[in-house]
């Protein structure tokens, strides 16, 4: 049975009983995981590829020609009192460091930087909660070609987010909400940044429809995990149900609140929980959850009815 | 309640409008009145008829902007749409005619269980798959749709359109609905301690205009919101100072609404109760809107009393109210004396400033030109004294400065007074 106490002393532990190949499934686990940093391109709403530089899993470990960057990264997962390293290997163009953070997580003492072509690993015991990787080199130019992704660590007590018992969920959903100006994107070192403006709107690096939908059944509670991969605070309004934010930046609230427009911070992360209204069958569309500022559309707009290209997407059944 | 709702719409199908004009009454005696606080429009059976048309606003700078906005079918073209005010739990109808020149709808966040001509209120697409509304729509130039639901938890919410929502919601499409807890209409919510002064009630219905976007739809020519840039900044349709000016002023046709708080000091016997003050953001952007003065009791969040489960008080103190994008807050606040300056008991002991640091638009000043709550003293003649029996004023507005400003120009923008009179009202000197 594993234990959220005492994290400090038991990531003692599990380092000693790897050492002597002692690791079982019943206590908490070493989590290797390899991300290389790699130019890449992402599809656009509405046609086109845009050129990114994104995390990806190389499928030849050590050989990041074998990855191909995502927009968002992938998804990371752990378990709570695992012990996580990291390690990113730096694929980028010449000139370009990588520097590997999760805002959030508090990394053992060690290097920071992967200088162009060279790698850093980056190890700390898991805590519950939802964290953006990310890498803050050259100054936010590299979050914004899409350096991000979701680390979810979960907790020992399977559909339960936090310690809580108020965070149980049936069904979970990432939403990594990102946003892309694509002239910054033809030209990430020289664009001058004063003139950075967002035109596409994305959840998990697409747009509506093709955000897969998050199917939940009347009754169920359904966990949002929000990551704000953007530039912007951005603000969800879901209709026809409420949501019940129970987390801010993986930290659970001792007060939560009940919102049907929640606001993520740039670069924040939210956890809150929708339970699936009854009483009114959910239709076969169900529930919107979409950007309230204007940004349910990507791209030029010039059409007389332009909608549902950007950042939305449905709960339903 | 179904049958009925079907009538409805036949009714203002065949025959335009008339069939359905004894519903709604206005709370005022006259619409034409001047009056401030929240001017609700009420219904005994809360039904609503609304048309979403087209009109004008004016701005404090001279400009005269093109808008779309929902009105009560009964009365002319206004910004923002009617605040409909209604009960706790019990059933609403929204009966919405389109002269509009594309469909447009209402969607009712923090709602549950709307209905749509009697169907759930679900997204809309054409017969390619692609969305066209985010709910059941009226159609383009003389169509209908009735919404209805049954009246959530007490506290204010934002209605607004689904339809074309980028360009839609800029063009201005949007109004307030203030959900009142049943048989307690002077209470916030359904807590005691949320009561407020009778006839102290505000609504701030917080938005934003960019005009190239309204003349472009004026004008019939493509609008791309992702290039839009706000210029106007407005609290209830109107920008400083014609926030200050009062309900249904006659030179605003279009913007009935002002956003003059109006208080007394609080007093323990004879003014013990706060005003409440419901902000919503119908814009596309965060609003640091914050009194100059005090704090206010934020008690509720999208319709939602702050409280534990076993009802714990969670509301507290907030200077700036920050309301997000789509979100409502909702207030109580109140104003008191802590320091009882008086002139020769307890003098104020500083030098009171020149009144060159009291001009807010032009020559005009609300200033007193004393510290002292009750004494009014002259003003150099050059400028233009609104005191009036030497009440206080506070400034409260958005402090994202562009936001203050009409096209840039200060002051002016999202930004309001709020009055404080003596504790024995205002006598003019």
Known sequence: MRTSVHRGAQALLVLALAVFGLTSSASAATVAIELCAVPGTAPLPGGGLVPIWGFGTPTTPGDCSTASAGLPGPQLTATAGDVVTITVRNALPAGHTVSFEIPGVAFNPGPTDAASGAAVSRTFTAQPGTYLYQSGGDAGRQEAMGLSGALLVRTTTPNQAYASATTAYDVES????????????????????????????????????????????????VLLRYLNAG???????????????VARDAGVLTNQISASTETIPAGATEDAIVVVPTGTPPSTHGFALFNRQLHVTSGPQTGTSPIGNGMLVFIHS | MRRLTVQRVLALTAAALVAV??????????????????????????????????????????????????????????????TLCVESGRPVTVILHNTLPEATSIVFPGQLGVKANGNPAQPQFDSGGSLTSLVQSAPA???????????????????????????????????????????????????????????????????EVDPDVHLAVERNQPVDVNSS???????????????????????????????????????????????????????????????HGSDERVINRDGHALQGPSGQDLSYLKYDLDVGPGQ??????????????????????????????????????????????????????????????????????????????????????????FRIDPPAGCVSQ
Not at chain 2, 32 to 53: H, I, K, P, V
Not at chain 2, 177 to 198: E, I, K, M, T, Y
Not at chain 2, 236 to 265: C, F
């Open chain 1, 174 to 221: 990432v939403l990594v909400l990102t946003a892309i100006d694509p002239a910054f994107n033809a030209a990430p070192e020289t664009y001058d940044l004063h003139n950075y403006r967002a035109t596409y709107w994305l959840i998990n690096g697409r747009s509506y429809p093709d955000v897969p939908a998050i199917t939940a059944a009347t009754g169920q509670r």
């Open chain 1, 231 to 245: 530039y912007d605070n951005t603000s969800m309004t879901l209709l026809g149900a409420h949501e019940q934010v």
């Open chain 2, 21 to 82: 004009t004894p519903v709604v009454v206005r709370t005022q005696a006259s619409a034409a009145e001047m009056s401030e606080g929240a001017l609700c429009d009420t219904d005994t059976n809360q039904t609503f008829s609304l048309t979403a048309r087209d009109g004008y606003i004016s701005t404090p700078d001279g400009n005269s902007i093109y808008m779309w906005s929902y009105s009560s079918s009964k009365r002319g073209f206004q910004l923002p749409g009617p």
């Open chain 2, 141 to 207: 130039t003389d169509g209908s749709v009735t919404y209805t639901f049954t009246a959530g938890s007490p506290g204010s919410y934002l209605y607004e359109t689904g339809t074309d929502v980028d360009k839609q919601l800029q063009m201005g499409l949007y109004g307030a609905l203030v959900v009142r807890p049943a048989g307690h209409p002077n209470q916030v919510n359904d807590r005691p301690d949320s009561a407020f002064a009778n006839g102290k009630e505000y609504v701030y219905l917080l938005s």
């Open chain 2, 229 to 291: 840039k706000s210029r106007y900044f407005m609290i209830n349709g109107r920008s400083m100072p014609d926030t200050l000016a009062p309900n249904n002023a006659p030179w605003l046709p279009g913007q009935p609404y002002g956003a003059l708080v109006h208080i007394k000091p609080y007093d323990a016997v004879t003014n013990p109760l706060p005003a409440t003050i419901h902000y919503l953001n119908a814009g596309s952007v965060n609003y640091p809107f914050h009194p």
């Open chain 2, 328 to 417: 409502t807050l909702d207030v109580l606040m109140d104003w008191r004396d802590v320091e009882h300056w008086n002139a020769t008991t307890n003098p104020i002991p500083t030098q009171i400033p020149a009144i060159t640091d009291q001009l807010l638009v032009g020559p005009d000043t609300w200033f007193s030109e004393s510290g002292y709550l009750g004494t009014k003293n002259a003003v150099p003649s050059n400028l233009t004294q609104n005191n009036e029996c030497g009440e206080y004023y506070h400034i409260a507005h958005s402090h994202a400065l562009e936001q203050a400003t009409n096209y840039g120009a200060a002051f002016g923008g999202m930004m309001t007074v």
